[in-house]
């Protein structure tokens, strides 16, 4: 998720892309990996880029790191995290307290579960999203 987006909130415990590129190899030992963006799509990317590098389908310097977990699942949406009721608290990412807001891309996105504020992003950021989006999923 970009910078803006984790700056609405963010799951309890988890990790930037960066922290977690950067986690010593022992951090990996026997883990799950199970990466998570807005709706499943980039976390479904990135989640395929790992298995890839951890099966030996792409060179990288995470190759030695990924060997060492035990699984890599797509965590797809906070958005779908909000109808967990049994989900670690969504949290402000300064002061790590529970919050009621999450990202959405905008009505067509905004699946967040009741008693959820959902927060979206105006401007030039959202209008390279949509443009996205639209190719892949023929947005009108």
């Known amino acids: 998720r970009s910078a803006a987006e984790h700056s609405v909130s963010t799951i309890q415990g988890s990790l930037t892309k960066t922290e977690f590129e950067q986690l010593p190899q022992e951090a990996f030992e026997g883990k799950t990996v199970i990466p998570y963006c807005t709706i499943g799509y980039r976390s479904g990317q990135y989640a395929t880029k790992l298995i890839d590098i951890?099966?030996?389908?792409?060179?990288?310097?995470?190759?030695?790191k990924l060997a060492k977990t035990k699984n890599i699942l797509n965590g797809c949406g906070v958005v779908l995290w909000t109808h967990?009721?049994?989900a670690a608290p969504l949290v402000d990412p300064e002061s790590k307290q529970p919050v009621n807001k999450v990202?959405?891309?905008?009505?067509?996105?905004d699946f967040a579960a009741e008693g959820y504020e959902s927060?979206?992003?105006t401007g030039s950021l959202w209008a390279k999203i949509t443009s996205h989006?639209?190719?892949i999923f023929a947005i009108s």
């Open 54 to 64: 951890k099966e030996g389908r792409r060179k990288s310097k995470l190759a030695t």
């Open 84 to 86: 967990d009721s049994e």
């Open 103 to 109: 990202h959405v891309f905008g009505s067509t996105w």
């Open 119 to 121: 927060v979206t992003f």
């Open 133 to 135: 989006l639209s190719t």
